[in-house]
């Protein structure tokens, strides 16, 4: 087929459909919000909810296969898609990708170590979980949490009402605080015939719970676990049957590897990609998507430096563009707010 469908209209899928175009595909987004970011760059907009059946159905008669730029679509949306049109990846990676909770349980039951987690559904459930797991430790909503936002963290006892409250007493996990040396993402991409391909893996930083950039080579400790963590990360794509991009977040620890958590979709820490491999996590999400081979992912320079531009970091772009050898992104969404990511910058070097 020709027109792919991307189900969310953020700066991921004004991405892919940078890439899908340049593949001789049209994309067709769908998403809820007014002119959100990649609706610029794409051939038809469909703005609606993703509870409106009716569109829904009339989006999938337009398109030849459906992906997703946002892992928070409604479980219930894919699956009236998936009786219509090809979806890629499947039902199954949202549904566990999108709660925390099967998430963890999916990867300990593929040999996984998670930090020390309980399940949260209470304000008296809570205080159990704090006698289990212990302080420090991080409260987070199951569902619809990302760049930090819908977590609490507890020092002491006494912060328990307050995080309970601050985390809108929703179903929730207690996750015990890691120690790491630093956090990393394997971000591999399977195709449909299950044929795998993984980018090297960056080390990524994070500032105020939003990734702050990502870069190769990583630390010495970030290497030795790798192969370990990309291992671990295949037997959850082969799982769950998962056809396009994964991101497994990763935290390094001087004791080993613990899994963080997963997106079902290309994901910030591979921004990198499109200009540091000799092909993007963009471009083999669509490959994957559209039932291509997959691309090579070796890094075209040793050394590759990725940076978001978060809130008012994006004004000074006229001295980004300046710059030589910087490559600059900027998602087109307007005038700056704080906390929101409104372009990145890319470094190579040897
Ligand atoms: P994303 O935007 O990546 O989806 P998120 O909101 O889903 O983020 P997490 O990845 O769970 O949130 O946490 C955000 C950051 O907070 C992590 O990258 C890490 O820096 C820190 N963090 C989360 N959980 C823990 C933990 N158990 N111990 C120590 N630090 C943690
Ligand atoms: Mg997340
Ligand atoms: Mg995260």
Redesign the pocket.
């Given at each position: 087929g020709s027109t792919i469908g991307i189900l969310g209209g953020g700066q991921l899928g004004r991405m892919l459909a940078v890439a899908a175009a340049q593949l001789g595909y049209r994309c067709h987004v769908f998403a809820p919000e007014d002119a959100p970011p990649a609706t610029d760059v794409c051939a038809a907009v469909t703005r609606a909810e993703f509870s409106d059946a009716a569109a829904l159905t009339a989006f999938a008669g337009a398109v030849d296969v459906v992906t997703f730029e946002w892992e928070n679509v409604p479980t219930a949306a894919v699956r009236l898609l998936a009786g219509l049109v090809p979806v890629h990846p499947g039902v199954h990676s949202l549904e566990v990708a999108q709660d925390r909770m099967a998430e963890k349980q999916f990867v300990e039951w593929l040999g996984g170590r998670t930090?020390p987690w309980a399940p949260v559904s209470s304000r008296a459930e809570l205080d159990e979980a704090i006698a289990r797991i212990g302080l420090p430790a991080?409260l987070?909503t199951r569902r619809f949490?990302?760049?930090?936002?819908?977590?609490a963290r507890l020092h002491s006892a006494d912060d328990a009402d307050a995080a309970w409250d601050a985390i809108g007493q929703q179903p929730a996990i207690l996750?015990?605080?890691?120690e790491?040396a630093h956090?990393y993402s394997v971000m591999l991409c399977r195709g449909a015939d299950g044929r795998m391909v993984d980018w090297p893996v960056p080390v990524?930083v994070?500032a105020g719970?939003?990734?702050a950039s990502s870069s190769l080579p990583a630390p010495s400790l970030v290497r030795a676990q790798a192969a370990d963590a990309v291992a671990l990360s295949r037997r959850i794509a082969d799982k769950l049957g998962h056809v396009g991009v994964l991101t497994c977040?990763f935290?390094a620890c001087r004791d080993g590897l613990r899994f963080?958590?997963m997106?079902p979709r290309v994901h910030n820490s591979g921004h990198w990609t499109i200009e540091g491999s000799l092909t993007s996590q963009f471009e083999n999400h669509i490959r994957a998507v559209a039932g291509l081979p997959l691309g090579p992912t070796d890094l075209v320079l040793p050394r590759v430096e990725m940076l978001n531009l978060i809130g008012d970091q994006a004004d000074d772009w006229p001295r980004l563009f300046a710059e030589p050898g910087t490559h600059v992104h900027l998602y087109g969404k307007g005038a700056s707010r704080p906390g929101r990511k409104m372009g990145h910058v890319t470094r190579l070097g040897r």
């Amino acid at each position: 087929g020709s027109t792919i469908g991307i189900l969310g209209g953020g700066q991921l899928g004004r991405m892919l459909a940078v890439a899908a175009a340049q593949l001789g595909y049209r994309c067709h987004v769908f998403a809820p919000e007014d002119a959100p970011p990649a609706t610029d760059v794409c051939a038809a907009v469909t703005r609606a909810e993703f509870s409106d059946a009716a569109a829904l159905t009339a989006f999938a008669g337009a398109v030849d296969v459906v992906t997703f730029e946002w892992e928070n679509v409604p479980t219930a949306a894919v699956r009236l898609l998936a009786g219509l049109v090809p979806v890629h990846p499947g039902v199954h990676s949202l549904e566990v990708a999108q709660d925390r909770m099967a998430e963890k349980q999916f990867v300990e039951w593929l040999g996984g170590r998670t930090a020390p987690w309980a399940p949260v559904s209470s304000r008296a459930e809570l205080d159990e979980a704090i006698a289990r797991i212990g302080l420090p430790a991080i409260l987070k909503t199951r569902r619809f949490g990302y760049d930090g936002k819908g977590q609490a963290r507890l020092h002491s006892a006494d912060d328990a009402d307050a995080a309970w409250d601050a985390i809108g007493q929703q179903p929730a996990i207690l996750e015990g605080m890691v120690e790491f040396a630093h956090e990393y993402s394997v971000m591999l991409c399977r195709g449909a015939d299950g044929r795998m391909v993984d980018w090297p893996v960056p080390v990524n930083v994070h500032a105020g719970g939003i990734l702050a950039s990502s870069s190769l080579p990583a630390p010495s400790l970030v290497r030795a676990q790798a192969a370990d963590a990309v291992a671990l990360s295949r037997r959850i794509a082969d799982k769950l049957g998962h056809v396009g991009v994964l991101t497994c977040e990763f935290f390094a620890c001087r004791d080993g590897l613990r899994f963080n958590e997963m997106a079902p979709r290309v994901h910030n820490s591979g921004h990198w990609t499109i200009e540091g491999s000799l092909t993007s996590q963009f471009e083999n999400h669509i490959r994957a998507v559209a039932g291509l081979p997959l691309g090579p992912t070796d890094l075209v320079l040793p050394r590759v430096e990725m940076l978001n531009l978060i809130g008012d970091q994006a004004d000074d772009w006229p001295r980004l563009f300046a710059e030589p050898g910087t490559h600059v992104h900027l998602y087109g969404k307007g005038a700056s707010r704080p906390g929101r990511k409104m372009g990145h910058v890319t470094r190579l070097g040897r």
